[in-house]
């Protein structure tokens, strides 16, 4: 009777519970029980963080399309310029202050036809704080750098360590194949394409790196031991000889 009793309420409490929940509450234990994909450079943040949120994360990866496709193009311009072109920057400087005076000139004429006094002619004025907050930006990006570098010598974290090891190095490499501003541009290309790509394969990256630096890592404590094998023998013959 009570056996009974007892079956009755669990068939009545299971066909309580709606189908979809009881299928959600169990691909949540499947979602949290799956693995997590090791994400680069250990990673915990989004992408958008890690490039320090902002307008200046929403250009590199391109949530305004049309803000982001004009930095590029201007980019593309002024390498274009200098680079196809052959044009040098004191020359389009001193085109541009020539461009600059007689447009002031046309503008003063123009106001004394119409009886304004010079006074009223608009000046170009550049303000001061924009130099003062260029200054400030670039040492903080240069520190921030800087810090960066150090602190991931000072670690213990060879996948780390071998990440921004392998990336100076293919700069280094890029750098010897073209000028500086070349570097520059390609520099400022892969800024804006890098970013928004990963962010769109991330999981195929990170499991891709994976499997690389488990490798690479392989072959390292082979090397790594096989010395340490041979210095130990050193010592040895030198203590027989002894």
């Known amino acids: 009777m009570a056996e009974n009793i007892l079956n ?56 305004n399309k049309k803000i982001s496709g004009s930095v590029l193009a201007g980019a593309t311009a002024i390498w274009v310029l200098f680079e196809w072109l052959n044009y040098h920057f004191l020359t389009l400087l001193f085109i541009a202050l020539v461009l600059v005076m007689l447009a002031q000139v046309v503008w003063s004429s123009v106001s004394g036809f119409f009886g304004r006094s010079s006074s009223e002619v608009p000046r170009l004025k550049i303000p001061e704080e924009l130099f003062v907050n260029i200054g400030m930006v670039v040492g903080s990006e240069v520190n921030r750098a800087l810090g960066f570098l150090q602190d991931v010598a000072s670690r213990k974290d060879l996948k780390q360590f071998l990440a921004v090891v392998a990336s100076l190095w293919a700069a280094a490499i890029i750098g010897s194949w073209c000028n500086f501003l070349t570097v520059l541009y390609v520099g400022f290309v892969a800024m804006h394409t890098l970013p928004v790509l990963y962010e769109q394969y991330e999981d195929q990256v990170d499991s891709f790196v994976s499997q690389l630096l488990g490798q690479f890592r392989n072959h390292y404590q082979k090397l790594d031991a096989g010395i340490i094998s041979k210095i130990a023998k050193a010592k040895l013959n030198a203590k027989k000889h002894e």
């Open 8 to 63: 009755n309420f669990v068939e009545s409490f299971a066909e309580s519970i709606p189908k979809q929940t009881v299928a959600a509450l169990f691909q949540e234990n499947l979602n949290s029980a799956a693995p997590q994909p090791n994400r680069l450079l250990k990673r915990q943040k989004t992408v958008h963080h890690v490039l320090g949120g902002g307008k200046s994360a929403d250009v590199l990866l391109w949530r």
